[in-house]
């Protein structure tokens, strides 16, 4: 599956920003499509994830302000953000997660810069 993200920018402080991500087909059975990303020397971290069953997962420092989301008959899925913070700044990728028996198979989005500024 192809992954195609969309939705970063430059946004103060405090602002919001939508992240959304297309796929080439449905995702209405891949495993989980989650939200990576990574700053300037750092190591890609996961953001958000959300299962083929709609269980949704954050990383502490996002919860209460991002909420992922899929819609599997459009076959994307969106990341809010809100109240961002500057170090919320990275480059974010859209990851979708399938799993064929033991086999993990991971597609990667191009990703999309996120700048807060302070």
């Known amino acids: 599956v192809q992954l195609q993200a969309c939705g970063g920018g430059l946004v103060q402080a405090g602002g919001s920003l939508r992240l959304s991500c297309a796929a080439s087909?449905?995702?209405?059975?891949?495993?989980?499509m989650n939200w990576y990303r990574q700053a300037p020397g750092k190591q890609r971290e996961l953001v958000a994830a959300?299962?083929?069953?709609?269980?949704?997962t954050y990383v502490d420092s996002v919860k209460g302000r991002f909420t992922i989301s899929r819609d599997n008959a459009k076959n994307t899925v969106s990341l809010q953000m809100n109240s961002l913070k500057p170090e919320d700044t990275a480059v974010y990728y859209c990851?979708?997660?399938?799993?064929?028996?033991?086999?993990?198979?991971?597609?990667w989005g191009q990703g999309t810069q996120v700048t807060v500024s302070s």
């Open positions: 990851n979708a997660v399938q799993w064929w028996g033991s086999s993990r198979y991971d597609y």
């Open positions: 959300i299962t083929r069953g709609g269980t949704t």
């Open positions: 087909r449905s995702i209405g059975g891949i495993n989980a």
